[in-house]
């Protein structure tokens, strides 16, 4: 059998407490009485009540300073005030005062207190229920923030020292081992670099979960000229031709959205980078799902069948050896998109390129 509720009752007035502890009192609640804000006060030395519920205008102490003194011993208390004043000034006090409801008097229907009490009595339990996932959160994040210490650290170091121990021995060796062996060294040391990257893309990954979203006026056609003019540099022999649209701006964080731009872009030029006339446009059109910026490519594209696996850490659709890449990408950028409240998704033929949109709330 559950323990009674208990109410602590603040109301100078004889005839109100009675009634309204005798109300409480048949609907199981254990109901403490005070006549006046000290006795609260007092009685809150040995009792801990699961709702207060207090007049205003009372002698000795008033119902205002009652609920000051409570803000800083008892914080999370739910607060309901009882008054017989419909004074604007009082209710918008009380609320900033942080009560959670105001009940005026006289109260022609107790069930009117009743239901005030339940539902204050329900928020309290789902806050604290909050409260309990939010510590729950805190313990996995430090977990996982020692699991990325664990990979950055304990993991790279044996890489290091695999890529280090063979580029000393294809050095020292390169003129006696056979052509087929000094192969096999440039394998591992390619192996050991792609692990690597695939590390700090995961780390990254890991971080995005919990970085706070610093929310500005974004153009994304600045960042895509950025982008665009580090990747004729970077590869001077590709004659991708890049079509931005201007003014695309967005509400979001700028620095994810780089990330976003990067990763979408990068694709595109990478993977309509074998095309003839290869081009890429950066724009924005309506669709079913809203507003929504696109980022089309002429390129290989992939099969529609394996849409499923298109945003998958490690799930790439296309071989090493046509395309590098750790697999990581896209699902960085959706894991950006979802945390902003946005979607993202793409539409693509086999040889005919791809087209990737993604929508992000408006300011």
Known sequence: ??????????EDDETIRSSAAM????????????????????MLAEIFPDVLVTDIRMPVMDGFEVIEKLGVSHPELPIIVMSGTGDLADVVKALRFGVWDFILKPIADMNILLHSINKSIEKA????????HRRNLEIANAELESFNYSISHDLRSPLHAIDAFSEMLEEDCSEILPSENLDHLKRIRAATSRMNRMIEDLLMLSRLSRQPLEKVTVNLSSIAGRISDSLRMEYPANNTSINIQDDLSVYADAGLMENVMENLLGNAWKYSSKSENATVDVGRCQTKKGDAVFIRDNGAGFNMKNYDRLFGVFQR????????GTGVGLATVKRIIQRHGGNIWADSEVGKGA?????LPEE
């Open 23 to 42: 109300y409480l009192e048949d609907n199981e609640f254990e109901v403490h009485s005070a006549e006046n804000g000290q006795q609260a006060i007092d």
């Open 1 to 10: 059998m559950t323990a009674a509720r208990c109410i602590l009752l603040v």
């Open 355 to 359: 087209t990737f949109y993604f929508t």
């Open 317 to 324: 659709l296309h071989l090493e050896k046509e395309f590098k």
């Open 125 to 132: 339990a789902l806050i604290e229920e909050n409260k309990k």
